[in-house]
């Protein structure tokens, strides 16, 4: 039995961190989900960049949207929710059959929102419309003006992926968001099962202090985060406050495990996977992290639900002068910043391919 099958046996979903049309077109996305047990996918303007940029696969949609006027978001959104949508039916069936607890994916609302609450809320509601599918996440990012987004998005009853989150006190704050949603939702007499999940990043913790720390402390602050997360994430599920909310038939908000591929040459390439197994909890993985991890990756028990060594290991970070709060603060606004780097980037591309591919045939006809 291949690992990836195991983790899914073991109740984690495995979602791919990556799309592109030619994983659409070329049936490469169905055959991982048949073959590797994928359930669902994310995305981010990073990923939707490279794609654009490094293939010729949208260049004629691209041609034919800004010949008819379209430019930068607008067009960006249509050809993102033209993938994504299609993904979305893939997916359909094992959404369905999971009583939507799986089978989602995942488009990112503008980065350049990342401060602006009002902005966000409408840009959610839009993009969700536009969507018109039942397992499609808008992602929201879980800083000081997103919560507000998130609680706002899960009112309105829009599915939410919280993003860039980095420690046990952002998740907290983004659970109590989504629940404060659900009890709008339950009060105003609307149906409580709105999709969420919240999306903890693990390898960037240390990308971060790689060079900071001594050499047997490193790659393990991340994973050490994360287990204190998962304690946390078990104690909500199990408090009065999330079963009253479970009664009147509200869904789990999963806890995700996101930036999960190894960064350091020098350790495993399926590090991240092999230490985060744990029931009820989503790891989105990239491509080649997937692909090592199903040709050699070992599943070797479940995360332990009160956190494990986490704290041990914790306070000797501590000890090596690492403050896992200030850290955790730097790490959300430097990822905030490198999304909006990364739509930046994207709205450029989108922009030299649309000025080239049109001015290639002006006229509109055949090259």
């Not at 991982?32 to 960049?49: A, C, R």
């Not at 494990?308 to 606004?333: I, K, N, S, T, Y």
Request: hydrophobic share 45%; aromatic share 6%; glycine share 8%.
């Amino acid at each position: 039995m291949k690992a990836t099958q195991q983790l899914h046996d073991l109740g984690q979903s495995l979602w791919l961190d990556n799309i592109t049309r030619g994983l659409l077109t070329s049936g490469t996305l169905g055959r991982y989900s048949s073959e590797l047990s994928v359930t669902g996918l994310t995305s981010n303007p990073t990923i939707f960049d490279q794609a654009i940029r490094n293939a010729g696969f949208y260049d004629a949609a691209i041609r034919e949207k800004a010949l008819a006027g379209k430019s930068g978001e607008v067009l960006f959104f249509e050809l993102a929710l033209e993938d994504l949508t299609q993904a979305a039916d893939l997916f359909r069936p094992i959404h369905d059959a999971s009583g939507g607890d799986d089978g989602w994916v995942s488009l990112e609302v503008s980065p350049l929102l990342a401060d602006d609450t009002a902005g966000t809320k409408k840009a959610v509601v839009r993009l969700h419309t536009q969507a018109k599918r039942p397992n499609l996440f808008i992602k929201i990012p879980g800083t000081r003006a997103g919560v507000p987004a998130i609680e706002e998005a899960i009112f309105a009853g829009v599915p939410v992926n919280v993003t860039l989150l980095f420690s046990c006190e952002h998740y907290i704050a983004a659970a109590e968001a989504y629940m404060r949603g659900i009890e709008r939702r339950i009060a105003a007499g609307l149906d409580a099962a709105v999709g969420s999940v919240a999306s903890l990043f693990v390898s960037r913790w240390d990308v971060a202090i790689k060079d900071k720390v001594p050499k047997e402390l490193r790659n393990r602050l991340g994973i050490a985060i994360a287990k204190r997360t998962y304690k946390t994430y078990c104690e909500l599920l199990a408090s009065p406050r999330w079963q009253k909310l479970a009664g009147a038939g509200a869904r789990p908000q999963r806890l995700l495990w996101a930036s999960t591929g190894t960064k350091d040459p020098d350790a495993s390439d399926t590090l991240y996977l092999e230490a985060l197994a744990a029931p009820d909890t989503v790891n989105t993985i990239p491509e080649k992290t997937l692909l090592a991890f199903a040709e050699h990756g070992k599943v070797k028990g479940a995360l332990p639900a009160d956190g494990g060594d986490a704290e041990e290991v914790l306070a000797e970070f501590a000890r090596a002068g690492v403050d896992d709060a200030a850290l955790a603060a730097a790490l959300q606004r430097e990822g905030a910043q490198s999304f909006a780097k990364s739509w930046n980037d994207l709205m450029d591309c989108i922009a030299s391919k649309s000025a080239a591919l049109t001015q290639a045939d002006p006229g509109g006809g055949k090259a």
